[in-house]
């Protein structure tokens, strides 16, 4: 039995053992929150940035081996429907049940519609795995940029003030969590990294957005994700001639 060909399903496992961890730790945030060593943006970050190399890896590993299976193919959904898929959904839920008014129950059930996030995803996940074209370039947002998206919303939401989270957050996580969703699955082309040529014209937007993203993460440090993205998706509008030819 050859080992080469487990190589990228290994990384898939590992994109989904990351995945797995980082819903046990927002289910059960309430346990560790007040321990002292626990930083959970950091600890989301650190396993959020191997579940993404691992993802990237694996489809990359797979034709380099030539070891590239309908196997692998279904097994890297699984794994990012739970990473990219269930993960930002219990998120955003989490985030809604904090910026609740409710005080009648311990946990309001409104909360639950930040799930639409994950039934998106799967339908996002289900659309990318029978549509052909999106080889160069996506159609709706990947659920990878979405779940960067949704942290970095949890992130910024530390940053806001009291009276803002009682008086705005909830209304506007529901619009944002609607907003998410739709975009998920939307016909709207966004420019990936696989670039068929390295022509200036043509890698110009990923140029620019990893030159944004630098420079925001510098001056802003993970508040910068959500920003990050917008622009990704401002770009993608701007730039829409140079990687979706008729």
Known sequence: MSI????????????????????????????????????????VMILLGISLVADLLDGMVARWLNVASPIGL???????????????????????????????VMFPPVAFFGLLITLFSALRLAKF?????????????????????????????QTLSNDFMETYAFNSLIALTIISSFILVADIPLFSFKMKSMKLKDIFPQIILLASA????????????APIILIYIILSIIFKKTFVHA
């Open 4 to 43: 080469k060909r487990h190589i990228p399903n290994l990384l898939t496992l590992i994109n989904l053992f990351s995945g797995c961890i980082l819903v046990y730790l927002t289910v059960f945030y309430s346990v560790f929150e007040f321990k002292e060593d626990f930083n959970f943006n950091e600890i």
């Open 74 to 104: 279904q097994l890297d959904s699984l794994a990012d429907m739970v990473t990219f898929g269930v993960f930002p959904g219990f998120l955003m839920t989490k985030m809604l049940a904090d910026a609740s008014q409710s005080t009648s």
């Open 129 to 157: 795995n029978v549509d052909t074209t999106q080889t160069t370039y996506f159609k709706g947002l990947a659920t990878p940029a979405n779940t960067i998206l949704i942290f970095g919303l949890f992130i910024l939401t």
């Open 214 to 225: 630098i420079l925001l993460l510098i001056f802003m440090g993970l508040s910068a994700l």
